[in-house]
């Protein structure tokens, strides 16, 4: 009888994670951000981590472009660093988990397209983390319609559940059947041929998971409750989460009371109680989300903390990771369109 042992690198992953999560920007670092302009934060960040990134393409950008393409640039370098430590089991639920990416990129491309953008454009706010070639991003950049870019993706993750919108998109011209299509088929992605029993790693992995769509599915029902638009819940609907079934879903996006308390009464009740409390005292979703935002990372963090040798800390670090790339650009594009420092400030996620 053979054998088979995970090799996954536990230990070594998340010392090469602890360390680069250290050098994370920190309040005090967005504070400085948020008083200085566009060429003041380029050449704050020429001094930080980003000092490579910076310099690669100094000669090429300027101002907010130089910032954005290399945050977009660094934060690939970092996200493929960690799949080349990696080993064994670790090293699957890591290329699965930054096939959101893949995702991205599917989305940018697509709504370039739709916006009419240059190749150029589209390619400049592209993210390479994830599993798709640089051949088949330059096809996708190159397609002359949304309907070639579907084509093009057939026989990746993405390209059943796309050619089912494609329909949906051509008869609404909206954008909204495709992303959704894409949302679906990468969380299907992320849990297909999980064990149903588990060992301990995969388990967690698995929480990890369930959490996120868990937490997209509160999001987008709430969006619902909160819109009152006459739309089917299902079309948001994402499966492989522990708190919602589709049909509770959908009785329960009528009635914002009923969907909040449902949430409260929740395993993420505790986590979530102060952003549902900010929902229902706000005049609309933007502070919730962001609430939202923040209780995802600071769910991930708990879970880091609780079993520090795991899978957990590397997604809270690629999660903190991608919020302080957020916070960075929503900052730099802020002072562009000429925003007070409250206003900016009140668009940064930070824990």
């Not at 592209?126 to 798709?132: K, N, Q, T, Y």
């Not at 505790?270 to 979703?285: C, F, H, V, W």
């Amino acid at each position: 009888m053979s054998v088979t042992y995970d090799t996954a690198n536990y230990g070594y992953v998340t010392a090469r994670v602890r360390s680069r999560r250290a050098v994370l920007f920190d309040e005090d670092d967005y504070r400085k951000l948020v008083r200085m302009g566009p060429g003041e934060i380029a050449r704050f960040m020429e001094e930080t981590e980003y000092e490579t990134e910076m310099n690669a393409l100094g000669s090429r950008y300027r101002g907010v472009n130089l910032i954005e393409y290399a945050l977009n640039r660094n934060l690939a370098k970092h996200f493929n660093d960690l799949l080349h430590f990696s080993e064994g089991n670790l090293y699957d639920y890591l290329a699965r988990y930054l096939r959101k990416f893949d995702a991205w990129n599917v989305k940018t491309i697509i709504r370039g397209i739709y916006a009419d953008s240059d190749q150029q454009t589209i390619e400049d706010d592209l993210i390479p983390a994830g599993a798709f070639s640089e051949r088949l991003l330059d096809r996708l950049v190159g397609a002359d319609s949304i309907s070639m870019v579907v084509e093009q993706l057939e026989g990746t993750l993405f390209g059943p559940s796309l050619a089912t919108a494609l329909d949906d998109y051509e008869n609404t011209g909206v954008l909204v059947p495709l992303e959704n299509a894409i949302d679906r088929a990468f969380y299907s992605d992320m849990l297909e041929g999980l064990p149903e029993e588990t060992d301990r790693a995969t388990g967690l992995y698995i929480q990890v998971l369930r959490a996120e769509i868990d937490f997209r599915n509160i999001r987008n029902a709430l969006r619902l409750a909160r819109s009152g638009a006459d739309i089917d819940p299902g079309t948001y609907y994402i499966s492989g989460g522990r708190l919602f079934e589709e049909s509770e879903l959908r009785q329960l996006v009528g009635n914002m009371d009923q969907l909040t308390e449902y949430v409260r009464q929740s395993p993420y009740g505790g986590d979530l109680d102060s952003a549902l409390s900010e929902l229902e005292s706000a005049d609309s979703l933007i502070e919730f989300e962001r609430a939202l935002e923040r209780a995802l990372v600071e769910y991930a963090d708990t879970l880091s903390n609780r079993y520090p040798l795991s899978v957990c800390p590397v997604i809270a670090y690629i999660r903190a990771k991608e919020r302080e790339v957020d916070n960075i650009r929503a900052i730099a594009r802020g002072k562009e369109a000429g925003l007070t420092g409250d206003e900016i400030e009140d668009e940064l996620v930070i824990v």
